[in-house]
């Protein structure tokens, strides 16, 4: 029996993968546990094994983007099976266009939807090395590009017609109204993490009900406390962070306002156990356009004590450098935390975006000192803005308040965190 | 001499009898006008006699290698005449090879000064003819540039025409013009033993080409005895009976000067356009006397094409032949692969030792333009074969597009470079990246190794360096 081949779901965030390349060829024979291709999701490479063993037929070429769930290819017991797998399960043709059932081209007559991709897969299509890697980086199909080099090969102005084409058509109308403004770079948006980035932002804005709240808290005691730790570093074995504080303060707070640590899946509102918090990690690329934006999932924050929070943290901050994050490592979070401290102006007030499925999410930023009252005299103490955006869809006013009322205290008090 | 011809083309140098055998190639009824010899400056007073000199003075020079191994070489015997001669043949050789080729093609081959009369008539003077034609493609290429104060008298102030003359060598020379022309002469007449000195207005010698490339020159032509005055204006000259003497300014405002026997002016070539009766048949020109022309190398005029030294792409015999092919094909309503001659696809070619050899973008143009780009430079003493055969000195550059690995220029300098560098103009025009060309087997031992592994230095590491 031929079984189809799905992209599959490699993270819970995961909607659609790029096929970077088929370790098989078209038609080969291949085993259970094989490398069978790679496959990219918001710049994190998998290679993916032959679930079983059969001959494998590639419907989707290498390049393109496809939606988890989609098949991709179809693995058949034997050659009489590969053929009738092309085509479309329902609409079996007649026995007479089959013709010679191991020909590409007799299935390509019979079936011309999916019969395009096996020839973009199985034929060769004639393109020159720098057109092929235009055609990646601009995320077009070469079987879609008409070749105008020698031989009717593909070559590079070929491919940038077809870019330019497809995204120019607004910029050049404005051009001849000659109030364009002058452009510095035009940069392909498909087939790049910031494709992913934007349809993520976009999908969380329009699919939540998002209210952000925005306040000030006294740090002063905690970096009290974290100085206290770091004069220990040696025997800790780590230079604990503020980061790490921040965290252990949401868990803290979770614990008493449960509700933070949900998220509405479906019809149902699922309230977790595990405190999962997603850290948001920008990774600098040769651009800003191109830029990464990764949330590495610190797991089951609730057990763990502050040394452990922040030892974590800091290798899955340096996995996401490195490009080694597995699957896992980035999926399931429950919560997230977005810090601007540092880079934003002190006292920033920002309006995070929440991270789907997750009910809150708490952005930290750069302290400032400042005069406070303190016991009625004014006291110079360290003040961190803390912006927080929830899903009103998932949570009241009233808990998100009491959460973040929570969050506060455990911050000004760390004492309480730690107990 | 009634029948009418569906192109004429003025000028039978390497762009116009190029033309003439591509159109009779293409089925055209094609005549060519030439008032000297056929084949041009290339053939005659260019490329292939100083080709010709450029190997007798390394074979000379040369002869010094075998003083290591213990042969002792009298030099003395030296006759400049016989060198001369000996171009001279190979001249002939090649100019009655072109006749033949034409011959063969059925093109028709006119001797005069060609005029255009009027739009599809060409007036042969000495001939005293008119030919009729469709088409006319004006070829008749360019001239050693005139200077005011710089004037040739042929004798002590000399062109590159004079001096593929001369029958015996100065001892002492100035190259005004560290161009290509001068650089190559300067390298051969330092190899006879003349002394050079080498004038140049810009920062560096061959300006057109890549700063990095030239300095290996530089350095070579320094070791072998040749002075190189850089950032130097000649102002002016003085003639002292059998010596000139050429006033020079440096970037700094000093000033001196330097006496030689004789001054070979080398600034640069300018286009022969008047005389031809462009202008009065509507040719646009620009101010400095070069045909404007746009797609398939036509002018502002229908039916009249100009290709080669007389338009604004680079003076070059290759270039020539190409725009001849490009406007011919175009005549005959063929679909040329490329209306235009593209720049970045012509490679420079001097030939010096060490050679230099390049197209597309340098590194300063990068700089200028603002091109980002990734820079690999592998030199020649990498490669074994270099050391083997004694030419060390040299080097391999690339530059390319650091996101897509697209070649977007190639320099490279030393032994046998012009030869070297056609691999990488075949992968660029091929659209080849550096992993490509890294990819290849390169032969060992060869020069070439030092192209693959200058590719290498593009994504990773070259292994000898």
Known sequence: ?419 | MSDRFDVVIIGAGPGGYVAAVRAAQLGLKVAVVEKDEPGGICLNWGCIPSKHLIHQAAAYHALGEMEAVGVTVDRSGLDYARVQAGSRKVVKTLTGGVAGLLKRNGVCYVKGHARIASRGRVAVEEEGTTLECDNIIVATGSRPMQVPGFEFDHRQVISSDDLLALTCLPKSIVVLGAGAIGCEFAYVLNCFGVEITLVEAMSHILPTEDFEACAVVARSFKKSGIGIRCGTRATGLEREGDMVRVMLEAGDDTTDCVTAEKVLVVFGRSPITDDLGLEEAGVKLDARGYVETGPFNQTSVAGIYAIGDITKTPALAHVASREGEIAVEHIAGHEPQADRVDPDLVPSAIYCEPQLAGFGLREDQAKARGVEFTKSVFNYIGAGKTIAIGKPEGLVKLLCDPDTGELLGCHVVGHDATEIIHELLLAKQGELLAEDIESVIHAHPTISEAVMEAARGIGGKPIHA
């Not at chain 1, 043709?93 to 020909?103: L, R, T």
């Not at chain 1, 074995?237 to 921040?246: K, L, P, Q």
């Not at chain 1, 919560?335 to 929440?354: E, K």
């Not at chain 1, 808990?399 to 008090?413: D, K, V």
């Open chain 1, 1 to 419: 029996m031929a079984k189809d081949y799905v992209m599959p779901k490699l993270a819970m965030a995961m909607n659609e993968g790029t096929i970077v390349e088929w370790l098989v060829e078209d038609g080969a024979a291949i085993e259970q546990g094989q490398p069978l291709l790679v496959v990219e999701t918001e710049k994190v490479a998998y290679e993916l094994e032959a679930p079983e063993s059969g001959l494998i037929r590639i419907l989707t070429a290498a390049g393109d983007t496809v939606p988890v769930e989609e098949r991709i290819a179809v693995i058949a017991g034997s050659a009489d099976e590969l053929p009738q797998t092309g085509g479309e399960s329902e609409a079996e043709p007649p026995a007479d266009n089959i013709g010679a059932p191991a020909s590409g081209a007799a299935v390509a007559a019979g079936r011309p939807g999916p019969a395009e991709s096996l020839a973009t897969a199985g034929g060769r299509i004639k393109a020159s090395p720098l057109a092929r890697k235009l055609a990646k980086q601009y995320g077009l199909d070469l079987s879609e590009i008409t070749g105008t080099g020698p031989g009717g090969r593909i070559v590079k102005r070929d491919v940038l017609g077809v870019a330019s084409s497809t995204a120019a058509p607004a910029a050049s109308a404005a051009r001849a109204t000659g109030g364009a403004p002058i452009e510095r770079v035009r940069l392909p948006l498909r087939g790049t993490p910031r494709a992913s980035i934007a349809r993520h932002m976009l999908e969380s804005l329009q699919s939540s009900a998002q209210l952000s709240s925005f306040w000030e808290s006294d740090i002063t005691e905690l970096k009290k406390t974290r100085q206290s730790l770091l004069a220990r570093e040696k025997q800790l074995g780590t230079r604990v962070s503020v980061n790490a504080f921040i965290i252990r303060a949401m868990a803290a707070a979770i614990a008493e306002v449960p509700i933070a640590n949900a998220a509405l899946v479906g019809e149902e509102g699922v309230i977790y156990e595990s405190v999962n918090v997603g850290i948001a990690i920008a990774l600098p690329g040769k651009t800003q356009w191109d830029s990464i934006l990764m949330v590495p999932v610190l797991r089951q924050v609730e057990k763990m004590g502050i040394v452990r929070i922040d030892q974590e943290m800091k290798r899955l901050v340096s996995s996401a450098r490195e490009g080694t994050l597995t699957a896992d490592e980035m999926s399931g979070s429950t919560i997230t935390l977005s810090s601007t401290a540092g880079l934003a102006p002190p006292g920033a007030a920002l309006t995070p975006i929440l991270n789907m499925p997750n009910a809150v999410i708490i952005g930290p930023s750069t302290p400032r000192d400042k005069f406070v009252p303190v016991n009625g005299e004014a006291e110079l103490r360290t003040m961190m803005p803390v912006s927080m955006t929830f899903d009103h869809r998932v949570l009241d006013g009233e808990p998100a308040a009491r959460f973040a009322s929570a969050l506060h205290r455990f911050l000004e008090n760390p004492a309480l965190m730690l107990a």
